[in-house]
């Protein structure tokens, strides 16, 4: 499985960007996908995730209300919407996923077997 991540850039906080994660060699069926970031020194934190096949989304508390995670599954493309930014949501955003996880450690980036490259997201405030 190869997870391609891409959409991240600099936005002034209040604005939105929109991540993107395709992927290719499995399906999302069956699957659980995530949305992670990570700045320097810290470690690799939950924001979003959506398992297959009843597309329940999970979210973390700094991102609910602001970040929505969506699918297209024709495209085995899964976005991350991410509005109302603020500059403590810099990082570096990683997309992943787990064929096997159970729910319980949906926000454990352990849980997750393969992962994109990351694309960086600027705030400036």
């Known amino acids: 499985v190869q997870l391609q991540a891409s959409g991240g850039g600099l936005v002034q906080a209040g604005g939105s960007l929109r991540l993107s994660c395709s992927a290719s060699?499995?399906?999302?069926?069956?699957?659980?996908i995530g949305w992670f970031r990570q700045t320097p020194g810290k470690e690799r934190e939950f924001v979003a995730a959506?398992?297959?096949?009843?597309?329940?989304?999970y979210y973390s508390d700094s991102v609910k209300g602001r970040f929505a995670l969506t699918s297209d599954s024709a495209k085995d493309t899964v976005y991350l919407q991410m509005n109302s930014l603020k500059p403590e949501d810099t990082a570096v955003y990683y997309c992943?996923?787990?064929?096997?996880?159970?729910?319980?450690?949906?926000?454990?980036?352990?849980?997750?077997?393969?992962w994109g490259q990351g694309t960086l997201v600027t705030v400036s405030s």
């Open positions: 060699g499995r399906t999302f069926s069956e699957s659980t």
């Open positions: 959506r398992r297959w096949p009843t597309r329940s989304t």
């Open positions: 992943a996923v787990g064929f096997r996880l159970i729910l319980s450690t949906l926000r454990e980036p352990t849980s997750y077997e393969y």
